[in-house]
């Protein structure tokens, strides 16, 4: 006998249980969901930074927040301001924590853990047929959070790679009041590197060292940068590592004939990372997962039919085709590129184009900042379109 749910969210990571949280809320009248997710349980693996606006989801379980920012090269330093919108912090134990608690409140979702997919989905007679680890189940609608083959998205225009180290010093060497968003690398002609510090008080603190380049980058290749970073912000002074993150984001999903998804239906959707949840150009994908988490919760309960990542506005989008092409083809003019934007851009403005919330006049304001010449070939092909 197969157990029938009304909906399927295979994945139960960050859009999983984003979307979890929003079906809990609805009490009696959520469709009745089973959520499968393959870890056997929940740790604290990675952070999520994003800018702590009015409304802001999660931004009161931040643990951490800025409102002064700094940017940096070889050749000069931007102090950035941001009280309006304080650059917060959220570790992913807290956020799991939250949502698994707000889901086991809700008897009509069931979040399985050490749970995977062994036969991927068939539509037959109006339902989604699964065999898994729990045995068979169907259902009317499915939410696939599976991260795409790194083969299938091979014809990303970019990847942000990152390894990072929270560590924790013996002397007291950082300004928590202060976060370093970007300290640059030498430029060079194979990526654009930069170390991220976010210090939570004078003796802890994380530090990525992350790249934008037009391949992946895994954790033994940005291991030595990362620890000669290290050693460089400490003056060889005494640590400890508390914990280690690393991630993979696309930046600009190709959108070719060879990455059409699988399963083309209105009750079948694909979600996260590799689906269109992070902004192509900064790779913010916290608050969008949120904001979408929210609108296909409001769908389900409407039409019983979830929703896909929303697309971005056409200008939007240009702009950061443009952006990550440039990228793409002169990383070593990525560190004057971004100081350009955090000198000459008023902080509020560039904030809103930064959080997907930008105004005509913002995206303004940032095509001024940038030099024209390396985006001409770029913004000819844009406007003859």
């Known amino acids: 006998m197969q157990a029938e749910f009304d909906l399927i969210i295979i994945g139960a990571g960050c859009a999983g249980l984003s979307l979890g949280v929003q079906l809990a809320k609805m009490n009696g009248t959520v469709p009745k969901t089973l959520l499968l997710e393959s870890r056997k349980f929940y740790e604290n693996d990675r952070t999520w930074c994003f800018w702590g606006e009015p409304g802001a989801a999660y931004s009161e379980m931040a643990s951490h ?18 009280a309006f919108a304080p650059y917060q912090i959220l570790a992913s134990q807290t956020f799991y924590d939250y949502a698994v608690q707000s889901i086991a409140q ?5 979040l399985r853990m050490d749970s995977v997919v062994l036969q991927e989905p068939q539509y037959q007679e109006g339902w989604w047929r699964l065999d898994t680890s729990c045995g068979p189940i169907r259902a009317r609608a499915v939410v696939d959070t599976r991260p795409k083959s790194m083969e299938s998205l091979k014809n990303t225009t970019l990847w942000q790679s990152f390894l990072g180290y929270e560590i924790e010093s013996k002397e007291a060497i950082f300004d928590p009041l202060t976060a370093r968003l970007m300290d640059f690398y030498p430029a060079n002609s194979e990526f654009v590197g930069f170390n991220y510090v976010l210090p939570q008080s004078e003796k802890r603190a994380l530090i990525e060292f992350t790249t934008f380049a037009h391949r992946p980058y895994f954790p033994n ?33 190709a959108t070719d004939n060879s990455l059409v998804a699988k399963v083309d239906h209105p009750s079948y959707v694909y ?5 269109g949840a992070a902004r192509p150009a900064t790779g913010y994908a916290f608050q969008r997962i949120q904001e979408w988490a929210r609108k296909c919760a409001g769908a389900m309960k409407e039409t019983g039919l979830p929703l896909a990542h929303a697309n971005d506005s056409y200008l939007l989008k240009k702009m950061d085709d443009i952006f990550l092409n440039v990228i793409r083809d002169h990383p070593d003019l990525g ?3 971004f100081m350009d934007l955090f000198a000459k851009v008023e902080s509020k403005r560039l904030v809103r184009f930064l959080s997907d919330k930008g105004h005509w ?10 030099p024209a010449a390396p985006f001409l070939k770029d913004i000819f092909n844009f406007s003859s379109l």
């Open 106 to 110: 809700n008897a009509l979702l069931d």
């Open 221 to 253: 290749e940005l291991q030595s940068k990362l620890d000669q970073s290290v050693a460089q912000y400490l003056k060889g002074g005494d640590f400890k590592i508390i914990r280690t993150e690393s991630g993979l984001i696309p930046m600009g999903l």
């Open 65 to 82: 927040q800025w409102t002064q920012l700094t940017v940096q090269s070889a050749k000069e330093k931007v102090s950035f301001e941001c």
């Open 361 to 370: 006049v913002d995206y303004l304001a940032v095509i001024k900042a940038l």
């Open 335 to 337: 560190p004057e590129l």
């Open 271 to 275: 979600t996260g990372l590799t689906a």
